[in-house]
Structure formats: C-alpha cells, structure tokens
C-alpha cells in the first residue's frame, strides 16, 4: 500500500474526514481496520479506516478491501475512478 500507491493512501486519509491532510503512509492493519500514518496540517495523526463490509477473515480479502475503499474514497472526494492496474 506504500510506494507506489501514496496518491492512493493520501485520497483514502482524506475521505476519512483529514481533508487537509499532506501524506498518508499505511502503517498497519487488523481484522476491523487499515492504519495509517498522516500529516495533517502539520501534525502527525492516526486514522483508522473501518474494513467495508465487516471484518476481514481471510487474507485474500485485503487487497479488495483496501480497492474498495480507495474507490469509495475517490468519489467522496469528487475524483474519477483509477483505471485499474
């Protein structure tokens, strides 16, 4: 998630409510949430992003969780959808 893919976790912090926010890096994740780290008007912050649909419970869920976050992220901020990669 970290990378090549820091637009994409800065879109994500800022849909979570850090509109301000000036990098995002995901630092961890549990069954409930992805972690990341911000900057947010000079301040590093948490932000936890609940998993859509519940809880993980097998890993394979990870990778379309955090898509479809990012994707329900871009239109909360009134961007267009990524092409997929």
Known sequence: MNG?????SLDIVRAAG???ATSATMTDLDTEVGVWSAVVDGQEVEVRVP????PLTERPQLRVAVVKIHEEAREKLGLPPVAPH
């Open 4 to 8: 090549d893919h820091l637009d994409d």
């Open 18 to 20: 850090h509109p301000t």
């Open 51 to 54: 998993w859509p649909g519940g």
